[in-house]
C-alpha cells in the first residue's frame, strides 16, 4: 500500500468529490492539506484536472470495464495509467466548455485581446446570417445565462441559449433574477435582466428591445462598428462608449444613462433629445416624455389608490367601496408556480426607479379586510441592489397570512422589514434594498382580500 | 487608474481554468463550478471601475468565485473544507505566476490527450456527466471501490505524466514521485 501523501490526497479526493468521506476523512483530508503546501498542489492539480477532463471531447464506448481495463493497462510499462496513443480528436463541435478551455489555455500565452476576440468568435459557432467573414468586431454571443433563457432563430427554431447569436434572432429570458449578457469582442456587454426579450440584426450592430431591461456597456468604437438600440418607442443610434439602461415597458420606454451621453431619436429618425450621465429620460406611448435627473429611490412610499392605479398595473382591480378607494385580489395563472391560477395582487414593475427603499428598520403598513382566513398569505417584494444595472435581485416576504375581518372592519399589519429576510429568496447583498415590485398573494383560495392602503416608512416612523 | 475593459475581459479569461478549479473544488460539479465562473465575469466586470492592476482583478475575483462556491456548497449541504483550508488554497492559487498555471495546465492536455479510449470514458463520466461513483458502478457492473480507485489511479498517472512533461527542474510538486504498479 503507498502512503505518500500525494497518493493519499488522490485517494480521499475522488471520494471527496463525491462528499463521500467520513468525518474523520474529512479531517484527515484537511490536516493533509494544512500542513503540506505540496498536497495543497496536488489537490487544487486535482481540481484542475477535473474541470480538463469534464472539456474532453465526448466518445461512444460499448463496454467499459474498469478492472479489465486496469489489468491490460498494467502489462505494458509504456502504455502504463491509461496513457496511450489515442488517435485525435475528428468531432468538428465546439461545445463553451471546449471553447472556453481553449481560452484558458491559449489566452494564459497572453495573446493580445483582439486575437484573443478572433479566437474566441471563430468556430463552428458562426452562423452569422451575413454572407462572408463574420465581423469579429460586432459579432456577438451569449456567454452567461441565469434562469431561464431561449434563442429563437430568425425562422422561429429554438437554437442553443449560449454562442454565437446569428442575424434575426430572439433572445429571451424569464423569471425573476433571470439574465442573459451579451458579450461582443471589444468587451462591450448587453445584459437583459428578468422578463425581456431581444432581437439581433446586422451582426449584433443593431439590437431591438421588444419588453424588459438590457444593460449596455459599450466599449468605444469606430464610427461604423457603433450599435443602434432600438425600442418600439425610440431609437438609440450609433452609441458607444457609454453606460445606458433602456427598459421597455407596456406603455413607456425608459432610458437611464450612467456614462457617457446617447443622442435618442423617434423610430421615424426624427432627432428626440440628447440624454446625459446622470439623466433619465422617459417616454410615453403616447409621446409624452420626461427628462429628468436620475431620481434617488424614495425611503418612503404609499399606493395613492385615490387615483387609477399606475400604468403597468400588472394584477389586481381597484375599486371604490363606499368612500374606500382599495385594490382586490384577482385571479392569476402565476408563471412562477407553472401557472398555477392564484389570487394576487402584482404592482407595477420599477426596476430602474424602484418603488422604495428599504432597510431592516423600514416599517411595511397594510391595511386590508378579508372574507377569509388566508393562513399562508403573503406579502412579497422583490429587490434589487442599489445599482439597477446589477442584476442580483432577492425577495422580502411576509408569510403570516391574512385574517378573516367582521363587516366594515379593517385591519392592520405593521411589519419591520428586517423580518421579511427569513426565506429562501432572501437578497444575498446587504441593505439598503431597492423594492422593484409588490405582491400580494393568497395562493390558490379566493378569501377576497381587499387593500386600502400600502406604506412604507423610513426607519423611527 | 481604472483599468480598460478589454484588459479586465482578458485577466478573466485567461485565469478561467483557475478560477473553475478554485470553484469546482469546493462544489464538487465542473458544470455548476463552470456558472460560478460566469457569475464572477459578469460581476468583475459590473465592478471593473474599482481594480487598480490585473493582480487585483485575479484576487478580487477568486475571491467572489470562494464565497459563491462555499456558498453553494453549503446549500447542497456538502462537507465544506474548513475556511483556514481554503485560505491556504486560494492564496496558494493566487501566488502561482500565470506562466507556470499556464505550463502545467497545457502539459495537462497533454497527457489527457494520450489517455485511452476507457481511462478517458472513466473520467468524463466522473466529472462531465457528474455522475458518483456508485453510479458509474452500477452502470459498469463493478464495486463503487473499485470505481474509486481506478479514478485515484488515474490521477495519479496525470500527475505523473504532468510531471515528467514538465522535466525535473520545472517538478511542481516538491515530493518524490511514487512509484506504483496499476
Not at chain 1, 11 to 37: C, G, I, M, Q
Not at chain 1, 308 to 334: F, S, Y
Not at chain 2, 119 to 146: P, S
Request: charged share 20%; with cysteine; aromatic share 6%.
Amino acid at each position: 500500500m503507498n502512503t505518500s501523501p500525494l497518493s493519499r490526497v488522490e485517494e480521499l479526493f475522488v471520494r471527496y468529490w463525491d462528499n463521500a468521506l467520513s468525518p474523520t476523512e474529512t479531517d484527515e483530508l484537511a490536516e493533509l492539506l494544512a500542513s503540506d503546501p505540496a498536497v495543497l498542489d496536488c489537490f487544487q492539480f486535482l481540481s484542475t484536472q477535473a474541470v480538463a477532463s469534464a472539456e474532453l471531447p465526448p466518445i461512444a464506448f460499448p463496454a467499459f470495464d474498469v478492472e479489465h481495463e486496469a489489468a491490460k493497462e498494467s502489462e505494458e510499462a509504456g502504455r502504463e495509467c491509461g496513457l496511450g496513443r489515442v488517435p485525435p480528436n475528428k468531432s468538428g463541435g465546439w461545445s463553451r466548455r471546449r471553447m472556453l478551455r481553449l481560452l484558458g489555455g491559449g489566452l494564459a500565452a497572453g495573446i493580445s485581446a483582439f486575437a484573443f476576440g478572433r479566437t474566441f468568435w471563430r468556430g463552428r459557432d458562426d452562423r452569422d446570417g451575413r454572407d462572408g467573414e463574420p465581423d469579429e468586431t460586432t459579432q456577438v454571443r451569449v456567454i452567461a445565462v441565469h434562469g431561464t433563457a431561449t434563442v429563437r432563430a430568425a425562422d422561429g427554431k429554438l437554437i442553443s441559449a449560449t454562442g454565437t447569436v446569428p442575424t434575426g434572432a430572439t433572445v429571451s429570458i424569464q423569471g425573476l433574477g433571470s439574465t442573459a449578457t451579451l458579450l461582443y469582442p471589444d468587451g462591450s456587454t448587453v445584459a437583459l435582466l428578468n422578463d425581456s426579450a431581444l432581437t439581433v440584426h446586422e451582426s449584433g450592430r443593431l439590437l431591438l428591445l421588444h419588453q424588459g431591461m438590457a444593460n449596455a456597456e459599450l466599449c468605444p468604437r469606430e464610427d461604423g462598428q457603433r450599435l443602434t438600440l432600438t425600442t418600439p418607442l425610440l431609437s438609440l443610434s450609433h452609441v458607444n462608449d457609454t453606460s445606458v439602461i433602456v427598459g421597455q415597458g407596456l406603455r413607456s420606454t425608459e432610458i437611464e444613462v450612467r456614462q457617457g451621453s446617447v443622442s435618442v431619436s423617434a423610430p421615424t429618425g426624427e432627432p428626440m433629445t440628447v440624454v446625459r450621465q446622470g439623466e433619465l429620460l422617459t417616454v410615453g406611448a403616447n409621446g409624452i416624455r420626461t427628462q429628468q435627473p436620475i431620481p434617488t429611490t424614495p425611503e418612503e412610499f404609499f399606493w395613492n389608490l385615490a387615483d387609477p392605479l399606475p400604468e403597468g398595473w400588472v394584477v389586481g382591480r381597484r375599486e371604490v367601496a363606499g368612500n374606500t378607494p382599495l385594490v382586490r385580489c384577482e385571479a392569476w395563472p402565476d408563471p412562477y408556480y407553472n401557472g398555477t391560477v392564484m389570487y394576487q395582487i402584482r404592482s407595477d414593475k420599477q426596476w430602474t426607479r424602484g418603488l422604495f427603499r428599504l432597510v431592516e428598520e423600514s416599517g411595511i403598513h397594510v391595511r386590508y379586510r378579508a372574507k377569509r382566513n388566508s393562513p399562508k398569505g403573503q406579502v412579497c417584494f422583490c429587490v434589487r441592489t442599489m445599482q439597477s444595472w446589477s442584476s442580483e435581485t432577492g425577495m422580502l416576504e411576509y408569510n403570516g397570512g391574512f385574517q378573516a375581518t367582521s363587516a366594515g372592519e379593517w385591519r392592520w399589519l405593521h411589519i419591520p422589514a428586517g423580518s421579511m429576510l427569513a426565506n429562501k429568496h432572501t437578497p444575498a447583498f446587504s441593505a439598503p434594498w431597492v423594492g422593484f415590485l409588490v405582491i400580494f398573494n393568497t395562493f390558490e383560495t379566493d378569501v377576497g382580500l381587499e387593500v386600502a392602503e400600502f406604506r412604507v416608512t423610513s426607519p423611527g416612523k | 487608474m481604472t483599468l480598460k475593459l478589454d484588459t479586465v475581459v482578458q485577466v478573466l479569461l485567461r485565469e478561467r481554468l483557475r478560477m473553475t478549479a478554485l470553484a469546482a473544488s469546493v462544489v464538487r460539479d465542473v458544470h455548476t463550478a463552470d456558472d460560478i465562473y460566469q457569475q464572477v465575469v459578469l460581476s468583475a466586470l459590473e465592478n471593473r471601475t474599482q481594480f487598480h492592476d490585473t493582480g487585483h482583478v485575479l484576487a478580487w475575483s477568486l475571491r467572489a468565485v470562494r464565497h459563491r462556491a462555499v456558498d453553494l456548497a453549503r446549500s447542497r449541504q456538502l462537507r465544506p473544507l474548513p475556511d483556514e483550508v481554503l485560505d491556504l488554497l486560494e492564496s496558494r492559487i493566487e501566488d502561482t505566476a500565470a506562466t507556470e498555471w499556464s505550463e502545467r495546465s497545457e502539459a495537462l492536455h497533454h497527457c489527457l490527450r494520450q489517455l485511452t479510449t476507457s481511462a478517458r470514458g472513466l473520467l468524463q463520466m466522473k466529472y462531465g456527466e457528474g455522475l458518483t461513483a456508485l453510479v458509474i458502478a452500477k452502470r459498469l457492473q463493478r464495486t463503487a471501490d473499485a470505481v474509486y480507485q481506478s479514478l485515484s489511479r488515474l490521477h495519479r498517472c496525470l500527475r505523473k505524466c504532468v510531471e515528467q512533461r514538465l522535466g525535473s527542474s520545472k517538478n511542481s510538486f516538491p515530493s518524490p514521485p511514487t512509484e506504483v504498479s496499476l
